[in-house]
């Protein structure tokens, strides 16, 4: 079965500053989907960044970009510039394969961030 | 604007009675999904659908129920609440079974006394 690990339960960052979440997973797939939502206090959940197994070019979406490390089965989410807006909740899911809507969720990091 | 909704947003019941939380979808979704979200578990799948009448079990299935009578709806009963339902139910939907991300509702908090 797929797993999905966040060892950090929370983490603090000074705003401006840049912060990185970690997330590892297990798996037995080579074709497979990675996430990262975020969770504010409105309880919404918000799609942050996504990547596919299959692309080495780390995905970036404006302050957010991810380190993946296929081999070390490795997909952290930095945060660049960190923002009040940015305290949340944040989930790193799996998905494998393209024809698999099953989603694995971590149990998430909370991310306080500091005037 | 499409949206995906939930009712009710709260709702406190007591052990052993049937409750039925609603999910509605207006993007015309063939893919639909119930998780609950514990402290210390993320969200954790519950059933889910992958158009009308198909319904499937996920991770943690025992105790609930679904039906898929159309592609808005999926509501998912608990037969006989538990305490260990308390919890917090999120419904998503998803285009189909590409490479999309799921949309979520914004999740009905679940009391079992």
């Known amino acids: 079965a797929q797993t999905v690990t966040q060892s950090q339960p929370e983490m603090s960052v000074q705003e401006a500053e840049t912060v990185t979440l970690s997330c590892t997973y297990d798996?037995?797939?080579?074709?497979?989907?990675l996430f990262w939502y975020k969770q504010p206090p409105s309880r919404q959940m918000i799609l942050v960044i996504r990547q596919e197994a299959y692309k080495q070019q780390n995905a970036t979406e404006n302050r957010f970009s991810v380190n993946f490390q296929k081999a070390a089965k490795s997909f952290s989410l930095k945060i660049s510039d960190s923002q009040l807006g940015d305290a949340a909740m944040y989930f790193c899911?799996?998905?494998?394969?393209?024809?698999?809507?099953?989603?694995?969720f971590g149990a998430g990091t909370r991310l306080t961030v500091k005037p | 604007d499409a949206e995906i909704t939930q009712s009710p947003r709260h709702k406190i019941t007591e052990t052993g009675r049937q409750v039925t939380l609603a999910c509605h979808q207006t993007?015309?979704?063939?893919?639909m999904f119930w998780y609950r979200q514990d402290l210390g578990h993320g969200l954790r799948l519950i059933h889910y659908s992958y158009g009308v009448h198909d319904t499937n079990k996920g991770e943690v299935s025992d105790g609930y129920s679904v039906s898929r009578s159309n592609t808005e709806d999926l509501p998912l009963t608990l037969e006989s609440a538990a305490s260990s339902q308390t919890s917090v139910y999120f419904c998503?939907?998803?285009?189909?079974?590409?490479?999309?991300?799921?949309?979520f509702g914004p999740g009905t908090r679940l009391t079992v006394t």
């Open positions: 798996t037995s797939e080579s074709d497979y989907y």
């Open positions: 998503a939907s998803s285009p189909d079974r590409g490479l999309n991300e799921q949309y």
């Open positions: 899911a799996y998905r494998r394969g393209i024809n698999n809507n099953d989603m694995r």
């Open positions: 993007w015309n979704h063939n893919n």
